[in-house]
């Protein structure tokens, strides 16, 4: 019974993690970033910087421009460049 305890534990304090973080929350396809955290420009740095890692470019999809508000973006291929 105790063995079920501790691995039920980690779980549980796990499942409280789950959610966008203070940084960029995303994939390759895109992510938000918490408007509150960071300015438009500095926002828009670290879009660029995450869809780079997928080799791709960083589109804005949505800003909401309030306290709880994220910015959103989709990461895209480049049009111009042939593949």
Known sequence: ???RWLLLAPALLLCGCAGPGPDVTGNDTGGIIP???????EARDLAANHCAMYGKLAHARSVDAR???YYSFA????RRTRY
Not at 35 to 41: L, P
Not at 75 to 78: A, G, P, S
Request: charged letters at 10%.
């Open 1 to 3: 019974m105790p063995s």
């Open 35 to 41: 408007y509150a955290n960071f300015t438009r420009a």
């Open 67 to 69: 306290y709880g508000g």
């Open 75 to 78: 990461c895209v291929f480049d």
